[in-house]
């Protein structure tokens, strides 16, 4: 069974600018959770995705975007980078969009110069 | 209404030593309690989890203790091992909101 799988590792980018990060869902998991882990924190919950819709959203502004394709796998997008958003983007999957267990990829380091 | 407290911030530990973790949560609606242990530069990885229609679960050396009057639960970790030594998050997931919210980390010392 692969696990959840993320790239890519670290990215560094401009203020300003936009990026992309991507995330394949561990074998039988139709769910996606993102979420932000600053440095010495607790991870901080993005939004869902549930065949292919999202399904529930944290306290992020609307330049945090995302996707998931049929295949279950998701993008997060981060337009105009501020360097608050200088931080480690974990995905995570499960089976389904209740109280299943959530398992986490090794994140994308993200530093916004 | 949304907060998950954990304590203690670190905490150092003798080898063969109890580790103990607590967290408390505030909202009733919550009814599904994970830990997650972190290493650095990594994902977390799901240790144990709880639902609170049971007091305690125990999986090895890792045992989960919830008191859903007082609205808190816990980490006991026994025969700690150096190889403990990482950050440990808990978490609660429930309500409408699909997401799981963390604690702010408690980062272990295992001592040899």
């Known amino acids: 069974e692969t696990g959840v799988t993320q790239s890519p590792t670290h990215l560094i980018k401009t203020r300003g600018q936009q990026v992309t990060l991507r995330c394949s869902s561990q074998s039988g998991h139709n769910t996606v959770s993102w979420y932000q882990q600053a440095l010495g924190q607790g991870p901080q919950f993005i939004f869902q995705?549930?065949?292919?819709?999202?399904?529930g959203r944290g306290n992020f502004p609307p330049r945090f975007s995302g996707l998931q394709f049929p295949n279950y796998s998701s993008e997060l997008n981060v337009n105009a980078l501020e360097l608050d958003d200088s931080a480690l983007y974990l995905c995570?999957?499960?089976?389904?969009?209740?109280?299943?267990?959530?398992?986490f990829g090794p994140g994308t380091r993200l530093t916004v110069t | 209404q949304q907060q998950v407290k954990q304590s203690p911030q670190s905490l150092i530990v003798q080898k063969g030593g109890i580790s103990i973790i607590n967290c408390a949560y505030e909202?009733?609606?919550?009814?599904?309690f994970p830990w997650y242990q972190q290493f650095p530069g990594k994902g977390p990885a799901l240790l144990i989890a709880i639902r609170p229609d049971v007091s305690e679960k125990k999986e090895g050396r890792f045992t989960i203790s919830f008191n859903k009057s007082a609205k808190q639960f816990s980490l006991h970790i026994m025969d700690s091992q150096p190889g403990d030594s990482a950050t440990y998050f808990c978490a609660s997931y429930g309500g409408a909101t699909n997401k799981l919210i963390f604690g702010t980390g408690t980062l272990l010392a295992v001592q040899p």
């Open positions: 995570a999957s499960s089976r389904g969009q209740g109280r299943y267990e959530q398992y």
């Open positions: 909202n009733t609606a919550f009814d599904y």
């Open positions: 995705y549930y065949r292919e819709e999202e399904n």
